[in-house]
């Protein structure tokens, strides 16, 4: 066997190289930059996405109609309404009214709140430091509804802290509010987890799997599959710079939801970045795993775009409160990997809490990760058809 | 020791519906320049991708560089060079790019081996700052041949290189490849132009999957049995028709502005035959020549008693 030198058989069994690893996400890297497409939907996408759904979604609301039905006319409920005609979001409609009369001008629609004082008011807060108030807003327009309830309860609990320390006895004023039509009240700010979830699924699954399938297109893959590269490290290698530019992406995301639309971001920026970078694996893989059964950049793109956007938008539960669907329907939104990152950032983005508040849904994650991630690996086609 | 050999492979498509390639053998031996000549849908490119294990064959055994294409089919890709027929590098790359990238994930350099390319690359070298996608149709299979040689691989395998590619290109290419083989490296390469099959040492004839002969281009042309004439009057279509409808006549193509034709049995005076036949059919400014014959005119005959 002179045929083949040793040389030639040691290459052949020589070892991931990292040197190969480098070259492919260098000209990875290089074809993202030159495809003005691609970067388009890398980074036109989520900004477009974020400012239309934070304008879209905007729940500021000012000078709304509000109607104070004051039955107890005391000191308390005089400085409450007071409290609430300084600040420019309402004008007071002191007109005494019923709770009929308040029913017909809500379903006239000349009245999109009310508030409602019972008549023991103060009795009630001087004598057990309990009183109940009741907000009515109207459900049917549930971004308002929802501002005007969280507006009205602010001003109430802001009077109640004013009022405890003076009297030294720890009041308590119960706003009771009650959403008429819409109980739920739902779409509220919290849509930009669910927006993250959706440009960061739609991004790196699309762009993943386009990847891939044009290597297939142009025919490139077949030099790739026949050299001493490991199939296996063709997927790899995309899934790095994808991976870089997804990261890059998000913190787009980020920056523009905390600049651009004043979302505070509660709790640690690190966990959330750690949860998005493993979010971020989860959806490369679905994009290899696509891009295993796919043959053309357009069908990838179908697939990744609209397969993808529609169980996104619908099943996160970010748009359409899931407790309302059907169970087959709650079911599903369980196998979809942006319901578990979404409830993920809504708890660590807008609630603030900790790892110990969200591990149970990174576990769920990374196990969905692990499955997709093999299952992509494991139907990496190392010859052609 | 045979770089290349293919045993009885038979492969088909569409569940078995399309035949592509029909029980073919063929072996390539270490160091020699080996011609798959055959028309689109011959069958060359499933052989191509059945050799670099792309494609797995239905029946039959094959090997490359001593490895075999379903065992070993690592150590294939491992060592061997190979050109696609479709122009497959990265278009949005430069020249310079793709070569550095080849030469990297085939775990070299691109100084390491230089001295292979050197000549090749010297002639695409002035474009090296150029999208691989904007240069030319010879340009481009000069940059994939670089790509392809630049681990310098013990075989090399080259699926239809020349289609699509100037006159001058083809010819520079066929240049290089003797080169390489010069340099001790097997080359296997395919090709519908009939013309080019003289310039392998070896070629075999394929149709509709089969191979029809396996030999150097000389001794199939010696094998051609007829004694080949051309003609040629100025109703060239017409001469085509009533040399084909003559009972004498053996077969009659057009080959470029000549008629190719042959007589059923061997004749001595078969020129004046032929022209004794066209002048009975009105023709003027006739013209007939004994000729020698080409692999095209051994590829028609072989297709025709085979087909």
Known sequence: MTFFTSWHVERADQQINMKQLLAFTKKEFYQVIRDKRTLLIMFGLPIVQIILFGFALTSEVKNVHLIISDNSKDVNTLQIINKIKASSYFSVDESVMGYADIEE???????????IFPSDFAKDLVHSGKAQVQIIADGSDPN?????VNYLTAIINDYQAQLSPTVGLPYKIIPETRMLYNEEGNGSLNFIPGVMALILMIVCTALTSVSVVKEKELGTMEILLVSPFKPFMVLISKAIPYLALSIANFTV??????????VEIKGSILLLFMESILFIITCLSLGLLISNVTASQQT????????LQIPTLIFTGFMFPLENMPWIFQAISKIIPAHWYYLIVKSVMLKGLGFEGVWKETLILIGMTVVLLTVALKNFKIRLS | MNAVTVKNITKTYDKGKVLAVDNISFEVKEGELFGLIGPDGAGKTSIFRILTTLLLADKGEASVAGFDVIKDYQSIRNNVGYMPGKFSLYQDLTVAENLSF???????????NYDLIKDIYDQIKPFSNRRAGKLSGGMKQKLALCCALIHKPLVLLLDEPTTGVDVVSRKEFWEMLKTLKKQGITILVSTPYMDEANLCERIALLQKGKIMSVDTPENIIKAFPYTLYGAKSDQIYKLLNDLRLNGQVESCYAFGEFLHVTLKEKQENGKKILRVIAEQNGHSNIWIEEIKPGIEDSFILLSGEQG
């Open chain 1, 105 to 115: 001008a809500f379903k006239q629609g000349t009245v999109k709140s009310a508030l």
């Open chain 1, 144 to 148: 308002t509804a929802k501002t005007i």
């Open chain 1, 253 to 262: 995301i980020i920056l523009l939801s905390v600049y651009a639309l004043d």
């Open chain 1, 300 to 307: 990838a793109l179908l697939i990744s775009m609209m397969g």
């Open chain 2, 102 to 112: 080849f030469a990297t994930v085939f775990g070299t350099t691109i100084e390491a």
